[in-house]
Structures are given as C-alpha cells and as structure tokens.
T-cell receptor
C-alpha cells in the first residue's frame, strides 16, 4: 500500500477483555516500531522489529502486552486483560533502510 | 542512547523564521539527528535528518555544529498550519525513542 495501515482506527473494549491491534507496514520495509501515546503526552516506545532479528521488547509495560510480526510484514500488538490505563493511541511506524520512518494514523483504544 | 533536551514550548507569528534547538551532549559517533512533526490526532511525520553540518530540504533546514552536541531545526516563514509538536531524536538509524518534544504555536 501507499502508507502504513493500522486497524481498527478506533476500539472500545471492556476492562478485562483482550484486544488485537494490527499494523500493515509499507511493503518492503524491514523495520517496524510500536508506540503508544496518551492524551497530550509524548510517544512511549513499546517494541521494535528489524528484519529477522529478535525484537527489542524492552518498552513493553507489562507481560499483558505482546507483539509479533509474521513473515517480516504484518504486525499484531496484543493486550490481554485490558485495564483503563491502557487507553491511548497506539501508533505503528515502518522504515525501509534506516532513513526516516512513516507512521500510521494509529488505533485509538478506549477501555471502559 | 543519547538524551535530548528541547524547549517545552515556543510561540511565533506567521511569516517569521522559527529555530528550535535540541541539546544532545552525549551523542555517539554513529548517531544521527532526526526531527519529526506531529499534528493533533495524527502520527508523527518525518521532517529532516542529518549527521553533521547543514541539511536542507523543501520543508526545513537542520544546522549541526562541528561538535554535534546540539542541533537546530529551522522553519522558514512559518504559517498557522505549522502549529504542531516537534520532536528531536538522536541515535543510530534504528533508534527511535521520542522525548517530550517542543510544542510550537504559530499566531496570526
């Protein structure tokens, strides 16, 4: 596609439910990042994938958060047993070869 | 990972040149300097990247002194639509950790 696609654009879920957020990077982009951004705050790094290397998971806030990237393309961020503090915009970014990242429009997650 | 320091906020007026400086005293030899712009309710957008001296594109210029311990993003003749948060990132090409950014407000 022409850009980084994230789905859903909005998600409202009940506390305690699991959610899956999807990121379709630009075709051929080897690097992929996940961030989350709470209202009025900066971007919080979550996880980084680079090619076939082991992902950098150092930003995941708890073991309820996990992410995978299948075939070096699509990535899924999973949040188990969601809590109200998980409410935020989750952003995905990809890059082809270390020069500038393209961000998706994000998924706005609301936990009620 | 080099720590960056930017002003929390800046105000300007339409038509003025805006310079946002970022300090990164412990920048490493293989680190690059990258700036992103973020509008409300949107993901950040890449503006410019450099390693040393000066880089210019259609949007902005990036000035980096010889010691590379700081950098300045220069936006020529800003308009109201340049109101956004501007982030300075310092790291190797795949090190994308964002700081708090600088909130630029352009007034009429």
């Amino acid at each position: 596609g022409a850009g980084v696609s994230q789905s859903p654009s909005n998600k409202v879920t009940e506390k305690g439910k699991d959610v899956e957020l999807r990121c379709d990077p630009i075709s051929g982009h080897t690097a992929l990042y996940w961030y989350r951004q709470s209202l009025g705050q900066g971007l919080e790094f979550l996880i980084y994938f680079q090619g076939n290397s082991a992902p950098d998971k150092s930003g995941l806030p708890s073991d309820r958060f996990s992410a995978e990237r299948t075939g070096g393309s699509v990535s899924t961020l999973t949040i188990q047993r969601t809590q109200q503090e998980d409410s935020a915009v989750y952003l995905c970014a990809s890059s082809p070869d270390h020069y500038g990242y393209t961000f998706g429009s994000g998924t706005r997650l609301t936990v009620v | 990972l080099a720590k960056t320091t930017q002003p929390v906020s800046m105000d300007s007026y339409e038509g003025q040149e805006v310079n946002i400086t970022c300090s990164h005293n412990n920048i490493a030899t293989n680190d690059y300097i990258t700036w992103y712009q973020q509008f409300p309710s949107q993901g950040p957008r890449f503006i410019i990247q450099g390693y040393k001296t000066k880089v210019t594109n259609e949007v902005a210029s990036l000035f980096i002194p010889a010691d590379r311990k700081s950098s300045t993003l220069s936006l020529p003749r800003v308009s109201l639509s340049d109101t956004a948060v501007y982030y300075c990132l310092v790291g190797d090409m795949n090190d994308m950790r964002f700081g708090a950014g600088t909130r630029l407000t352009v007034k009429p």
